[in-house]
């Protein structure tokens, strides 16, 4: 039993490191795309809202493009694939929504690529598999119908990237911002996650989010906050320095 834990939190950790592509704050009025190429079915927006992204499309020469999940407007899905869950733990989990693969996952797998369906939605079909890359975990093959977001393609001229944020963190953080009055470049700055000199913690906490520890340092004199890829030194609660 031991093992099998530990190869289950194995995979869920892989999953998760291929998971964070970021989201979008979409902050004019802009059509969304069917196609990568700006083709096919638009849809306008006009409401500025941060979206989960799924994909980046970078051509040569052009614009730069994100597909995003438009949770405003949804498509109805029937489809099948493979779940780790078994019926007991649909059960438990209610309206929870669940991870099902079109394939069975092995190494070689995009593990991004996920149908995120609501448990109560799914049926099983009794069909069990095993992954020779994953022998200790069953996949049960299920099918299911409900409606999914659509999936749309924002030119990045649009609005704000945050590789580093999802789309709630993103949401809160430019509705805080927006109620602070800050000045226009200062906001811009904020969305951006950037950090400069003159910036107080209020500003720097709305950029970066809470830091991973903070300590005093120089005989006290100094407060350092520490983020993963950076360090910004207070004084008198004053950005001073970025590291």
Excluded: H
């Excluded at 996952?105 to 890359?133: A, C, I, M, W, Y």
């Excluded at 950029?207 to 005093?216: D, F």
Aim: hydrophobic share 40%; aromatic share 12%.
């Amino acid at each position: 039993m031991k093992a099998l834990i530990i190869i289950v939190a194995t995979f869920l950790a892989v999953i998760d490191c291929f998971a964070g592509n970021g989201s979008f704050l979409i902050l004019k009025s802009t059509y969304l795309f069917q196609n990568q190429d700006q083709t096919g079915r638009k849809i306008l927006t006009r409401d500025r809202q941060a979206y989960q992204v799924l994909d980046m499309y970078a051509p040569k020469s052009g614009t730069i493009a994100f597909k995003i999940e438009f949770t405003k407007k949804t498509r109805a899905v029937n489809g099948s694939g493979f779940i780790l869950e078994t019926e007991a733990e649909l059960k438990e989990l209610g309206l929870s929504e669940v991870k099902v693969y079109a394939e069975k996952p092995n190494r070689k797998s995009d593990l991004t690529t996920f149908q995120l369906v609501p448990s109560n939605q799914l049926s099983f079909t009794g069909r069990q598999e095993e992954s020779p890359d994953f022998p200790k975990l069953t996949w049960k093959a299920v099918n299911y119908k409900t409606q999914v977001p659509m999936q749309v393609w924002v030119p990045e001229w649009a609005g704000i990237y945050r590789p580093d944020k999802d789309a709630g963190w993103l949401n809160n953080t430019y509705l805080a911002a927006v109620s602070k009055q800050f000045k226009k470049d200062v906001l811009d700055k904020v969305l951006n996650g950037q950090v400069e000199t003159g910036f107080t913690k209020e500003q720097v906490r709305l950029a970066l989010g809470n830091p991973e520890k903070e300590q005093l340092i120089e005989n006290n004199t100094k407060l350092e906050w520490i983020y993963y890829s950076r360090k910004v030194i207070f004084i008198n609660n004053i950005v001073s320095r970025v590291l």
